[in-house]
């Protein structure tokens, strides 16, 4: 049952991040280098570690699952989620509500990634759980800001961010009942959807302006990946 610790663990990061804009002053702290560090985790996880091994579980068919996972989060973040943004940036585009239905829909999908992840290979679980705490905390940050802006007391907020959080772990349970011949095509549907977040979602957020340190934390944040391996021996 490690793989449930390791959503767990992921998921209260989302929770430290909205704590954050609501009990301190980092409301008005850029936060252009955690996103483009996250970035990097997240692409660089799905690069090196996820489709390699789908390729392995699903006798290399992973294109279709991986566009399918690439386009289902764009088409589920521009009609109902929340995106990693600044104080300053953050838009109320859709309600509170049906945002946190978005943001729980992406921790059950978390959830199922680390948990198939670590039935794939421990380690590879260990790795997904760390890009998805990585990327939970601008996001919690996000979501408290948002929802805050929305009119929501924080009281509601707190709840909103725990039970979203806490779908990660729903997500992991709810992995044992997937066979393990579907395990290849989840790793690459879950890529895809690391991808399109990293790239798609977090990337222009971070280089909203010429700043080699945001490239540096990219590159530093895709670089962690494959040192990741080398300390772990593997």
């Known amino acids: 049952m490690i793989y449930l610790v390791y959503a767990l663990i992921a998921s209260t990061f989302s929770i430290i991040g909205g704590l954050l804009p609501i009990y301190t002053g980092l409301r008005q702290v850029s936060t252009n280098y955690l996103i483009g560090f996250a970035a990097g985790v997240l692409i660089s996880t799905a690069i090196f570690e996820m489709l390699p091994e789908a390729v392995l579980e699903a006798n290399a068919k992973i294109v279709n699952p991986l566009a399918l996972g690439f386009f289902s989060l764009y088409l ?29 829909l992406e921790s059950i999908l978390d959830g199922i990634a680390i ?25 919690g940050f996000s979501t408290s800001i948002i929802m805050r802006r929305a009119a929501f007391n924080t009281r509601d907020t707190l709840k909103i961010l725990i039970a979203t959080s806490l779908l990660t772990v729903v997500g992991a349970l709810m992995a044992g009942f997937f066979p393990r ?54």
């Open 76 to 104: 589920l973040e521009k009609s109902i989620m929340v995106h990693a943004c600044k104080e300053t940036e953050c838009d109320i585009h859709i309600s509170g509500w049906i945002g946190a239905v978005g943001l729980g």
């Open 115 to 139: 948990a198939v992840g670590y039935f794939t290979e421990p380690v590879l679980g260990l790795i997904i759980a760390f890009a998805v705490a990585v990327h939970e905390l601008p996001v």
């Open 181 to 234: 011949e579907y395990f290849g095509h989840i790793l690459a549907f879950t890529a895809g959807t690391f991808i399109y977040i990293g790239a798609s979602d977090l990337l222009p957020h971070a280089h909203e302006r010429v700043d080699w340190r945001v490239v540096v934390s990219v590159i530093s944040g895709a670089i962690v990946v494959p040192l990741f391996e080398v300390v772990l021996g593997i």
